[in-house]
C-alpha cells in the first residue's frame, strides 16, 4: 500500500481511505441528491481549520450546511434530543458525523432518533431494544479524526444517561455508515496526548476482540492484523507522526472496530466507569488499565496471547511477555502507569467497582470476572 493513494474498500461499508479522501464529500452528497447536511461534531473540532475547511468547501459546492456540535466528551441522552432537535428545526436531508468517537456515536444516536421518538434507551441493545429500530433512517455519512474507537465502521452507538451515568448501546444493522470517508490527513494535527490515548483505544478493541469468548475467526484475523499495524506505527504516530504513521493507525482504528462486534472484556468494563463517574477520556481510561486487564486474563487463554506475541514480534511468545511490552509502550508514549495519575482515588474504588460488575463488556471476557475481582484490579492499578 502507498499512502498518498486512495482506495476502496467495502466491508460491507464503502470506504474511501487515503489522504485527501475527505475532499470527495461535496460530490458524494452532490452525487445523491443530498444538499442539506447536518454536520455533527465536538466543540474542538469544530473550531479546528481542516473542519472550517471542509464546510467552506462543501458551502462553495452549493451545499448548506448545518452544524451540531453542543456535546459531552462523554455522550449523554440529551445530547442525542438536541441534536435532533436541531434536525427537525433546520430541516435537512442527511447526517454527516465528523470527529472521534464521541461525536460519530451522537450523530448515530440521532440517525437512529429521526424516525424512532419514543425514550432513546428503549433502543438499548442489552435488552433486545435493537428489534425496535424498524423505521428508515437518513442518509449517514462519516469521517474520522482520530484513530481510537473505529466508530466510523460501526453499527452501535454508546451513551449514557444523564443521572445514572450508567452506559447504554444502541445498535442496528441500519446504523452502518452509506459511506466512510477515512482521511489520515485529518488527524495530522492531533497533539501526542490525543494521538496516544486513541491510539491504546484502538489497541484494546483489537487485543480484547481477538481473546473475547464468543468464536469469531473472521474478527480475531482482522484482530491481529490490526494488533501488528498499531504496533508498527503508535509510537512514531505519537512522537514523530508522518503520513505512513497515520494511515497505518487510522487502518488499524477501523479494524480493531470491525473486530470488536466479537465482543470486548475486562479492560472496557475497568474502563467505562472512568469515563461515566471521573470524566476520563476513554482511550486514557483503556490504555492505564490495558497492562492489568491483559494480565488477568492471561490463564486459561496461553495460547491467544502467544499468537499476540508473534503479531507484535515478541522475543518470548507469552502473556508475561505482551504485559511488558504494553507497559513499555505506555511509558514511550507518556501515559501513566498508574490510575492515581489520571485524578483516581482510593474513595472511587467501592463506587467504580459496583459500575464494572454492572457494565455490558466483561460477558464476552474469556474467564468470568466477579465484582472483587474488579475491585482487586482497580487496587493493583491504583
Not at 441528491?33 to 464546510?55: M, Y
Not at 436531508?93 to 437512529?112: E, Y
Amino acid at each position: 500500500m502507498t499512502f498518498d493513494k486512495i482506495y476502496q474498500y467495502n466491508f460491507p461499508t464503502t470506504i474511501r481511505f487515503g489522504a485527501g479522501a475527505s475532499k470527495e464529500l461535496g460530490a458524494y452528497l452532490k452525487s445523491h441528491n443530498l444538499s442539506h447536511p447536518l454536520v455533527v461534531t465536538d466543540p474542538i473540532v469544530a473550531g479546528l481549520p481542516f473542519f472550517k475547511k471542509i464546510v467552506a468547501l462543501l458551502e462553495s459546492q452549493g451545499i448548506s450546511v448545518e452544524v451540531f456540535k453542543d456535546i459531552h466528551k462523554n455522550p449523554v441522552k440529551s445530547d442525542v434530543y438536541k441534536g435532533t432537535d436541531h434536525w427537525d428545526l433546520t430541516k435537512r436531508d442527511c447526517i454527516v458525523g465528523i470527529g472521534g468517537g464521541a461525536a460519530l456515536d451522537v450523530a448515530r444516536a440521532i440517525v437512529l432518533r429521526v424516525n424512532h421518538r419514543e425514550d432513546l434507551f428503549k433502543y438499548d441493545d442489552l435488552i433486545g431494544g435493537d428489534v425496535y429500530v424498524t423505521n428508515d433512517i437518513p442518509h449517514f455519512i462519516t469521517l474520522p479524526t482520530t484513530s481510537g474507537t473505529g466508530s466510523e465502521v460501526g453499527r452501535s452507538a454508546i451513551i449514557s444517561d444523564d443521572q445514572t451515568k450508567q452506559k447504554k448501546i444502541l445498535f442496528s444493522p441500519k446504523l452502518l455508515a452509506k459511506i466512510v470517508f477515512a482521511d489520515p490527513l485529518l488527524t495530522s494535527d492531533l497533539p501526542p496526548f490525543i494521538t496516544a490515548a486513541t491510539g491504546m483505544d484502538a489497541l484494546t478493541h483489537n487485543m480484547e476482540a481477538f481473546i473475547a469468548k464468543m468464536p469469531h475467526p473472521l474478527c480475531e484475523g482482522i484482530a491481529l492484523e490490526g494488533i501488528r499495524l498499531i504496533n508498527e506505527s503508535l509510537e512514531k504516530a505519537v512522537n514523530s507522526p508522518d503520513l505512513e504513521s497515520r494511515s497505518k493507525m487510522m487502518m488499524g482504528s477501523m479494524m480493531g472496530a470491525i473486530a470488536f462486534q466479537k465482543g470486548l472484556g475486562v479492560v472496557h468494563s475497568l474502563a467505562h466507569p472512568l469515563s461515566s463517574l471521573l470524566d476520563t477520556h476513554h482511550g486514557l481510561a483503556n490504555a492505564v488499565n490495558i497492562p492489568y486487564g491483559m494480565e488477568f486474563n492471561i490463564v486459561g487463554s496461553e495460547d491467544k496471547f502467544r499468537r499476540i506475541a508473534r503479531a507484535l514480534e515478541l522475543k518470548d511468545e507469552n502473556g508475561k511477555a505482551v504485559v511488558s511490552y504494553l507497559f513499555n509502550l505506555n511509558s514511550q508514549i507518556n501515559i501513566p502507569h498508574k490510575l492515581r495519575d489520571i485524578g483516581v482515588k482510593a474513595e472511587h474504588i467501592e463506587t467504580l467497582s459496583d459500575l464494572a460488575i454492572a457494565d455490558f463488556a466483561h460477558p464476552n471476557n474469556p474467564k468470568p470476572v466477579s465484582r472483587e475481582d474488579f475491585k482487586q484490579l482497580y487496587l493493583k492499578a491504583l
